[in-house]
């Protein structure tokens, strides 16, 4: 990209003058959205650092920083995450339930990502569209349904963990499809063809040639599943049967509500560091899966894929 | 023969979850919002036979949601606050992803993971954040005092819309500058050139070239928070947790968690979805469309 210099005005031009200048000038620095965005990312961010922050406070406050402390975390006797149970508890909830999720979540959205990538028949039309639905139902529709469903018709079913996990992985599968089957149609067929050339049954191609190649895509949407279960209020809110089935999500939002201590934001910021920690370990195990696939625009071309929902 | 059942064998599992746990929920919703009422215990009695059913809720429901109608109010606040939050989204979030597409160079990488980031941070932290910065003697009030711009402190989270429409922005903007980003990012920059060339100004080829070409990642980060703010009600909780905030949402989980009449919630969920599904709809036309056009744009 060449840049054009900027004419040097020789009196000092007006704000707008200037602010005229950058729009003239489109194949130069667009000064005015360079500062725009990085006010963004900073206006994005930094709440969250400073939430971070008052987690390690000495004192009660959550505004006024007194000194660092892990008292929030561990020492405190009463109200730490630690030795408070009903924190704990959401904490160990909060595993549970993405952990669960991840683990049946992921196969069986693997396997309807690839057969509705090959299966043309009758009934493949509605599938695809049943496995959308979930992408763009608001939550409170689908905690509002899953509740009504456990109450009346699988009444075997309560409220509580088992309910949690049936729900998450509902909202889950979904996600797992779009980001599995946008590798699927990179892939391309040729390498199963080849495999089919060569001799090998489809089930052998499947195992030998393209879970191979779908490693990345697992990988991604294992992580992405993580996250998005970790992050979940509405459905466990809604099939929460009371404080022992609590998640960190529900726990924050009750905490806010009333009156919150410091540990509320260190309960928030361990929920947050880990989810971020098994992101980037995700990111990290997707760019060992694809580092001989490398090309410019790739990252960027896959996030165009992903959100191509129609 | 097993190569024929092969395929629909893998998505078998998979569909019947969905529709175990996805279709027949919502057939619940419609059992429960279209059945009776307990007379003595005030328990909702489902109807699942279609041919019984009873519209006497839900007709009860949209004469409260029409106006004169004690729910007009909150009906027009959600619509109100949605489309505020849209604008403002789009207002901010249009010219981050244009830089990022566009201009951002070697920072690009950078920018991008600095852009998503908030994605995986969970939502009840980042309005935690914000809850504890808008407090009576919290950052932003005392530095609204310092720079005299206040001269005593603003109950921020005393019922103010303003903060409402602001934390849903916050909130969903993550959503919408993805999508966004990537429709900027494809565009080929020799459209551009090719509208400069032949003599638009830059802002008649910002108009005429890259905001048409943009248009599907406009509504696709549209459909992507117009929806889930529709159904929100914990972001008005946090922030606000005054009726005179309350959206449609907050209906909907009173009727669930706080009031006896969980038929009345269901009824309310179905108009909710039925309004939804319509708009989406709508969406996916317009979002049709703008791709046939920039087909057209593609082929020259």
């Known amino acids: 990209m060449t840049t054009v210099a900027e004419p040097r005005p020789t009196a000092r031009p007006s704000a707008f003058a200037r602010t005229r200048g950058w729009l003239r000038n489109p194949w130069g620095k667009p000064r005015f959205l360079v500062v725009f965005t990085w006010a963004y990312i900073l206006w994005s961010i930094v709440p969250v650092l400073i939430a971070v922050q008052f987690s390690f406070n000495a004192t009660r406050s959550r505004t006024v920083w007194d000194s660092f402390s892990t008292r929030w975390y561990w020492g405190d006797p009463v109200d730490s995450v630690w030795h408070d149970p009903s924190l704990r508890h959401a904490l160990v909830q909060s595993f549970k339930l993405a952990g669960a999720d991840v683990l049946i979540a992921v196969p069986l959205g693997v396997l309807l990502a690839l057969g509705l990538a090959r299966w043309h028949g009758r009934g493949s039309g509605t599938s695809n569209f049943i496995m959308l639905f979930p992408l763009v139902t608001p939550e409170i529709v689908m905690g509002v349904s899953l509740l009504l469903v456990f109450t009346h018709i699988f009444t075997l079913v309560h409220t509580g963990t088992l309910a949690q996990i049936l729900g998450h992985i509902t909202f889950s599968i979904s996600f797992v499809v779009v980001i599995v089957r946008g590798r699927l149609f990179s892939i391309g067929r040729q390498y199963e063809e080849a495999a089919a050339d060569l001799g090998a049954s489809p089930i052998v191609a499947l195992t030998r040639v393209l879970l191979p190649l779908l490693m990345p895509a697992i990988v991604a949407s294992a992580a992405v599943v993580f996250a998005i279960s970790a992050d979940d209020f509405v459905i466990s809110a809604w099939l929460s049967s009371g404080g022992s089935t609590d998640t960190v999500p529900i726990q924050i939002y009750a905490a806010t509500r009333a009156a919150p201590l410091p540990s509320t934001n260190a309960i928030a910021t361990i929920m947050m560091v880990s989810t971020l920690l098994i992101v980037t370990l995700g990111f990290l195990v997707w760019r060992f899966f694809t580092s001989g696939e490398r090309r410019a625009g790739k990252a960027t071309e896959d996030i165009g894929g992903a959100f191509n929902l129609t | ?300």
């Open chain 2, 1 to 300: 023969m097993y190569r024929r059942w092969l395929w629909p064998g893998f998505a078998f599992p998979g569909v019947l979850w969905l529709v175990l746990l996805f279709v027949v929920p919502f057939y619940a919703v419609l059992g429960v919002a279209l059945g009776t009422v307990d007379p003595i215990l005030f328990q909702p009695v489902p109807i699942w036979n279609p041919l019984e059913w009873n519209v006497g809720w839900l007709t009860e429901v949209i004469n409260r949601l029409a106006p004169g109608g004690i729910w007009f109010d909150v009906g027009i606040r959600t619509v109100v606050y949605v489309a505020l939050s849209l604008a403002l989204c789009l207002l901010i979030g249009y010219p981050v992803a244009y830089y990022t597409a566009r201009h951002a160079g070697r920072w690009k990488g950078l920018i991008l993971i600095l852009i998503i980031l908030p994605l995986w941070i969970s939502y009840m932290m980042r309005m935690l954040a914000w809850v504890n910065l808008l407090q009576a003697n919290g950052y932003v009030n005392r530095f609204l005092m310092f720079t005299h711009v206040l001269s005593q402190p603003r109950d921020w989270l005393g019922g103010s819309a303003s903060t409402v429409v602001f934390a849903l922005v916050y909130g969903y903007i993550p959503y919408l500058i993805l999508p966004l980003f990537a429709s900027l990012d494809r565009i080929d920059r020799s459209h551009l050139e090719a509208a400069r060339d032949l003599g638009a100004s830059p802002w008649s080829a910002f108009r005429n070239v890259t905001l048409p070409l943009s248009k599907t990642g406009i509504l696709g980060g549209a459909v992507l928070i117009t929806l889930p703010m529709f159904g929100d009600y914990y972001t008005p909780n946090i922030v606000s947790s005054s009726p005179r905030t309350s959206m449609i949402g907050n209906q909907i989980d009173l009727y669930f968690h706080g009031g006896p009449q969980p038929t009345i919630g269901a009824a309310l969920t179905i108009v909710l979805a039925a309004f939804l599904t319509l708009l989406m709809l709508y969406y996916m036309r317009s979002i049709h469309r703008a791709q046939r056009a920039v087909g057209a744009v593609g082929a020259l």
